[in-house]
């Protein structure tokens, strides 16, 4: 095999030519080529009490079987059923938890140019070419000034998830009902662990309409226009809630007033959430692992 290793400090090296037998996984493998790859995003959490603690890890473990089986390909596309797979573990310590209350927001931007997934699509699994193709978007935001991307659908600008999260919408909607609404699984959601739970709790709390419905960014705006929206925020494993102040849409700034409101509601979820994860609370939803 022919091989030249690029670095970004000395460009591209020599080319070699040398036998595989070394590498782990093999050039020809099908996730290179053909992107079936897949991943899961779990942590493990050091309690208070100095014990690990995973949070609903079978809700992975069940995506993970479902994105397996999407990520098979038939043999009539010239692409083998798998006889072999490798399962990496990134092992990557983070520093312990403590609740600062100290949220940081963040600011999107909204272009219909770009879609993150499609009906019939693979947007309901974690599969490696899901994400490698969303970077370029990505880099677009950043140099636009802002962090993240809306992800838009349809012609009607339907909001549908943040970066790599699910999205909420605390607000009162268009019947003057107080809501906590979140785009339903239609296959180009990616159902969340974090997303599950915070409907599950909301659900259990009672205080508020609970929605699994389409948000367009006209009901939005028209909701901003008319002060009816309380907070908006991600939500994902990597930092549970994560509010969001402004989507630049069509070259405007709109200013979603999150943290004015608080924000209130994220920040219950916050503190659930990592009161289970930390064992400051007992919990059918932490696995104590050791
Ligand atoms: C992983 C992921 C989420 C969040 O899922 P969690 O299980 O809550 O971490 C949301 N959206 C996308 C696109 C994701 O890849």
């Given amino acids: 095999m022919l091989t030249v290793e690029w670095s970004l400090t000395s460009g591209w090296e020599k080319p070699y030519i040398r036998p595989l037998e070394n590498l782990s996984l093999h050039p020809a493998s099908s996730s290179l080529h053909y992107a079936v ?6 942590k493990a959490y050091r309690g208070v009490d100095g014990k690990i603690r995973l949070f609903r890890p079978t809700l992975n ?5 479902r994105s397996a089986a999407r990520a098979t390909l038939p043999p ?5 059923k798998p006889t072999k797979a490798l399962l990496y ?13 100290s949220f940081n927001p963040i600011s999107l931007w909204a272009d219909p140019k770009y879609v993150r997934a499609w009906k019939g699509g693979t ?10 193709s969303s970077i370029y978007a990505q880099r677009e935001a950043m140099e636009l000034g802002c962090q993240q991307v809306l992800w838009l659908y349809g012609e009607d600008h339907q909001i549908t998830e943040v970066g790599t999260m699910n999205l909420f919408l605390y607000w009162e909607n268009e019947d003057g009902e107080e809501e906590l609404a979140t785009p339903p699984l239609d296959g180009i959601i990616l159902p969340g662990v ?16 609970v929605s699994e419905r389409y948000i367009t960014m006209s009901d939005l705006t028209a909701a ?12 994902g494993t990597a930092c549970v809630v994560c509010p969001i102040s402004k989507i630049l849409y069509k070259g405007k700034n709109l200013h979603i007033p999150t943290m004015e409101n608080g924000p209130q509601l994220a920040t219950r979820f916050l503190n659930q959430l990592t009161d289970i994860q930390y064992g400051r609370e007992d919990s059918e939803w932490a696995l104590l692992v050791s």
Avoid: H
């Avoid at 009539?76 to 083998?80: H, N, R, T």
């Avoid at 573990?89 to 209350?101: E, N, Q, R, T």
């Avoid at 947007?123 to 490698?132: A, E, F, R, S, T």
């Fill in 194 to 209: 974090t997303r599950q739970s915070i409907l599950e709790l909301a659900r259990k709390w009672g205080e508020f309409k």
């Fill in 61 to 65: 473990m069940d995506r993970m079987v």
């Fill in 123 to 132: 947007g309901d699994c974690k599969l490696g070419g899901n994400y490698g």
């Fill in 37 to 42: 790859e897949l991943f899961e995003g779990m």
């Fill in 224 to 235: 901003l226009e008319e002060n009816r929206v309380k907070e908006m925020f991600g939500a």
């Fill in 76 to 80: 009539s596309l010239g692409v083998k």
């Fill in 89 to 101: 573990v990134i092992l990557s310590p983070v520093g312990p938890y403590f609740a600062s209350g």
